[in-house]
């Protein structure tokens, strides 16, 4: 891969210090390669390269998903989406580390990268899990009826949950390192599973903040039973929130399923392995079984970038940036799409079929009436021309009557449907 030889080169300069003449380089690793670092090039043991590819892909696809969030961000209006755009991008910036730092768990140990070990470790994983936990938080309120607060205020309160634990691993790092002169590669696996105590504790309340949205969130926003437009677009709403809490819960779910798996081999696999290696080693035989700590860590930490970006930040991201619903109902103050107003001016379109069948005898009978009456005459002797009339069947008053002499007028000849004023 490309991105091989770059992180071969970084990790090598920060481990470096080793004076005693290497073995030779396995089949993939040229000599200028440190021997902890010839696992990510190491083709006989294929698993560590496995491993960084899959590692690198899910750096690169959690890369990508932030830069497209950043890019759609001025099209997406509506405030109760953009809200979720701020836990969003804090939990793929933490993913983009979190892969990062699977690949110094999987060369050799060195006192510099032990101590990034545990000191990144668990803040990683709190900052995930808090971004999954101020998520819970938004859609309960979403659900509710109410206004969630802006993606800036969530991802401050999701970099405050996992500040907490920052603050645990820093103390536990300085304690055994700095103070009692511990080396840094050296702790019991019982201190490092109960110094990630605090971010299993948010990882449960995510999930059950969320599982309380998917069962009860439609007793939240009270009763709506009336059956107008405003509560089925109400209801439709709802329903798309508690489908994102589906997704919060699965990835929560998941990721404690995960943490038991690799809490019980941490604890109690790897301690059967590294005593059966130790018996092996004083019978003075050949055969040295390596202990699988650090391969199962690096193990467990690409699992979970990975669950994180199935079950949640990929889906997130399509809701988010996905057109909302349109509604079914008019909005007649919405002026986007005005209409000119007609001109009286315009003639009115030909209607395809007429209203009513029109008495032909009665308009013949019309026309003939009117060649014979010629122009109007009032009491005054003076001749006033025929006046337009407009319609099908006029009805004059007595006004009109007495006006034409008693004559009832007729429309004129050259009369040939309905028209505008």
């Not at 509710?144 to 691993?169: F, H, R, Y």
């Not at 536990?172 to 511990?182: A, P």
């Not at 699965?250 to 604890?267: H, K, Q, R």
């Not at 009109?400 to 004559?407: I, K, Q, R, S, Y």
């Amino acid at each position: 891969m490309a991105v091989s030889p770059i992180i071969i080169c970084v990790l090598s300069l920060i481990g470096y210090g080793s004076s005693h003449p290497s073995p030779p380089p396995p089949r993939g690793c040229s000599v200028d390669v440190e021997p902890p670092y010839r696992v990510l090039c190491d083709l006989e043991a294929v698993w560590g390269v496995v491993l960084e590819a899959v590692a690198c892909s899910g750096g690169l696809t959690s890369l990508v998903l932030a830069v497209l969030l950043i890019v759609k961000l001025r099209i997406i209006s509506d405030p109760a989406r953009r809200s979720g755009l701020g836990p969003l991008l804090l939990l793929l910036g933490t993913l983009l580390g979190l892969f990062t730092i699977s690949l110094a768990f999987l060369v050799g140990k060195t006192q510099v990268l032990c101590v990034v070990r545990r000191a990144f470790w668990g803040p990683l994983f709190a900052l995930c899990f808090s971004s999954l936990l101020v998520q819970g938080v938004r859609l309960r309120r979403l659900v509710a009826g109410k206004t969630s607060p802006s993606g800036s205020t969530l991802a401050a309160l999701g970099l405050a949950l996992a500040l907490v634990q920052g603050i645990i691993s820093a103390e536990w790092v300085l304690l055994t390192v700095v103070r009692e002169g511990h080396p840094a590669c050296e702790y019991p696996p019982l201190d490092f599973a109960l110094t990630c105590s605090y971010t299993l504790g948010l990882l449960l309340i995510a999930m059950g903040l969320s599982l309380g949205v998917v069962l009860c969130g439609g007793d939240l926003a009270g009763d709506g039973g009336d059956g107008s437009e405003d509560d089925r677009e109400g209801e439709s709403e709802k329903r798309r929130w508690k489908c994102n809490a589906i997704w919060v819960f699965l990835s929560s779910l998941a990721s404690a399923l995960l943490w038991v798996a690799w809490l019980g081999f941490y604890l109690y696999g790897s301690q059967t392995l590294r005593v059966k290696g130790s018996r092996d080693r004083a019978g003075g035989g050949k055969k040295d079984l390596k202990v699988l700590d650090e391969p199962a860590l690096a193990v467990a930490l690409v699992i979970q970038g990975w669950i994180l970006l199935l079950f949640h930040a990929i889906p997130e991201s399509h809701l988010c940036l996905r057109n909302p619903p349109q509604s079914n109902t008019d909005d007649f103050f919405d002026t986007s799409n005005t209409s000119s107003a007609p001109h009286f001016g315009d003639e009115l379109p030909a209607h395809t079929h007429q209203p009513f069948q029109e008495n032909q005898a009665f308009s013949m009978e019309e026309r003939s009436a009117t060649l014979r009456s010629g122009p109007y005459h009032s009491n005054h002797g003076t001749a006033r021309p025929g006046i337009a009339f407009r319609g099908h069947v006029y009805q004059p008053t007595e006004m009109a009557l007495v006006m034409n002499g008693g004559t009832m007028p007729t429309a004129p000849i050259n009369y040939t449907g309905r028209r505008l004023w």
